[in-house]
């Protein structure tokens, strides 16, 4: 443990040396992270298909695209965020001048999940490099090719005590979790983040959680069922189910149910054909998980699919006959999964979304825009989509976050700049100065007060 604290050291003393404070120097790190990245997207590849079995085009889709459009956003917009912001003050602060400065927190610590390796960690490093932080990464272990890539990257794009990289399992994460960061980001489960919350305030230390959840998709009978179908089966096996964004279960109104069910089974078929044996569909991450979603099929009434290649780590796309006391609706499934539940009306439908812990994301499919509206207005959620599914996470102009057990602030783009910076409000002032704020008051001096104070 004795190299984790000699990076602590490096990363606080580069920080202190202020070379990032110029936002010249910040840019040309995201230009070479850029050039980089392009430069070994085949090792990314390469590992990404070791750990998850993800094909070229899923990885470039899902980790490497959306992390080079993060790093095009924060070039082009990065410079302008840094700027010192001039605030028109009230009348009470007459006369001077009023400013909001950003500044970086300082030594930051990103821990990043298995199922997006990739994507997960770059990101929020784009943004907290951006605001000026120095960071410190700690990969997940579940993806280790992806880490050791990681490694690579980061060596050849930041220097030392910039970006450093400390890999390795739950004693080196607890481990830096009990040191003294000045921001720590995590991305990963909700039972992990209850952790990294309490160890964060014994420092202090602000977080941001991106956690997970059961994340319903609302069908009613409005719904267009085929185009309903095609992007509910993309969002739900993108990465064999693996996305903390993915819809959790279909929750259609009764009347539509066989019918949706016919297009989702046909759209499976489209884009998942032969699925156990198509190079170009994600397996499970390990045993462990495998024998999780094993268990809810063996558990559950299939509709569709079930089948299972342990040697493979492999499950089809499963659609289950479901309800709220089923086994697969007591927590978030993470996997190739999707149970079928049904409601009678809207009421019943928004009352028991309301009755779960709030989801990260919530996605409704109506051409009903008063109904739209009441799932929107009255739904906590993080996020969400009318008529799709996860599309809302792609775009840098929207930021992306959880709510309460879904999680904790945001990133992406401005928000994810907002997010790793401090912002310092400043008031500055020459020699002129009114007397009647000072010492000893009397009548006069109370009624000017009130005059500006009001």
């Known amino acids: 443990m004795e190299e984790i604290l000699k990076v602590i050291e490096l990363q606080r003393k580069y920080f202190a040396s202020g070379k990032m404070r110029d936002f010249k120097e910040r840019r040309k790190t995201l230009k070479r992270l850029r050039k980089?990245?392009?430069?070994?997207?085949?090792?990314?590849?390469?590992?990404?298909?070791?750990?998850?079995?993800?094909?070229?085009?899923?990885?470039y889709m899902t980790e490497v695209g959306l992390s080079l459009a993060e790093i095009r956003y924060m070039l082009r917009h990065g410079k302008s965020y840094s700027k010192k912001r001039r605030v028109m003050l009230s009348l009470s602060q007459f006369p001077s001048?009023?400013?909001?400065?950003?500044?970086?927190?300082?030594?930051?610590?990103?821990?990043?999940?298995?199922?997006?390796?990739?994507?997960?960690?770059?990101?929020?490093?784009?943004?907290?490099?951006?605001?000026?932080?120095?960071?410190?990464?700690?990969?997940?272990?579940?993806?280790p090719n992806v880490s050791k890539v990681l490694t690579k990257l980061i060596g050849?794009?930041?220097?030392?005590?910039?970006?450093?990289?400390?890999n390795g399992g739950v004693e080196e994460c607890s481990y830096l979790l009990d040191q003294d960061f000045d921001y720590i980001f995590f991305t990963g489960s909700t039972r992990v983040g209850k952790i990294v919350m309490q160890k964060a305030s014994e420092h202090f230390t602000p977080v941001t959680l991106e956690l997970g959840g059961k994340?319903?998709?609302?069908?009613d009978k409005t719904a267009n069922l085929k185009l309903t179908a095609r992007r509910i089966v993309f969002g739900?096996?993108?990465?064999?189910?693996?996305?903390?964004?993915?819809?959790?279960?279909?929750?259609?109104?009764?009347?539509?149910?066989?019918?949706?069910?016919?297009?989702?089974?046909?759209?499976?078929?489209?884009?998942?054909?032969?699925?156990?044996?198509?190079?170009d569909?994600?397996?499970?991450?390990?045993?462990?998980?495998?024998?999780?979603m094993k268990g809810f099929i063996d558990n559950g009434e299939v509709i569709y699919g079930g089948k299972c290649d342990q040697e493979k780590l492999k499950i089809e796309p499963t659609l289950l006959d479901s309800n709220f006391e089923s086994e697969t609706m007591q927590d978030e499934i993470f996997g190739p999964i999707l149970p079928i539940v049904t409601f009678k009306e809207v009421d019943e439908a928004i009352g028991n979304i309301k009755s779960y812990p709030k989801p990260l994301a919530l996605y409704i499919f109506s051409a009903d825009k008063?109904?739209?509206?009441?799932?929107?207005?009255?739904?906590d959620f993080g996020g969400g989509c009318v008529n799709d599914t996860i599309m809302h996470i792609t775009d840098p102009k929207l930021g992306f976050g959880g709510i309460k057990q879904s999680g904790m602030g945001a990133y992406h783009g401005k928000v994810g700049f907002d997010t790793f910076t401090h912002y310092k409000?400043?008031?500055?002032?020459?020699?002129?100065?009114?007397?009647?704020?000072?010492?000893?008051?009397?009548?006069?001096?109370?009624?000017?007060?009130k005059l500006f104070l009001k």
């Open 36 to 59: 980089n990245i392009l430069s070994m997207q085949n090792e990314i590849y390469d590992a990404l298909y070791k750990d998850l079995g993800k094909s070229e085009c899923e990885s």
């Open 281 to 292: 569909y994600p397996r499970i991450v390990n045993l462990k998980q495998f024998s999780v």
């Open 370 to 379: 008063k109904i739209q509206k009441r799932f929107i207005e009255e739904c």
């Open 215 to 219: 994340c319903p998709c609302v069908v």
């Open 97 to 143: 001048k009023g400013y909001k400065m950003p500044v970086p927190y300082g030594c930051t610590l990103i821990i990043s999940p298995w199922n997006y390796p990739f994507m997960l960690s770059i990101e929020p490093i784009v943004d907290a490099v951006t605001a000026g932080n120095s960071v410190i990464l700690k990969p997940s272990e579940y993806s």
């Open 156 to 166: 050849m794009t930041f220097e030392r005590g910039h970006v450093d990289v400390i």
């Open 425 to 449: 409000s400043l008031t500055k002032k020459g020699k002129f100065d009114l007397p009647f704020r000072y010492q000893p008051f009397n009548k006069l001096k109370y009624k000017i007060i």
């Open 236 to 279: 739900k096996f993108l990465n064999s189910g693996q996305t903390c964004v993915a819809p959790d279960y279909v929750y259609c109104q009764e009347g539509i149910k066989d019918e949706l069910i016919k297009h989702i089974t046909a759209e499976i078929e489209n884009q998942y054909k032969d699925s156990l044996n198509n190079e």
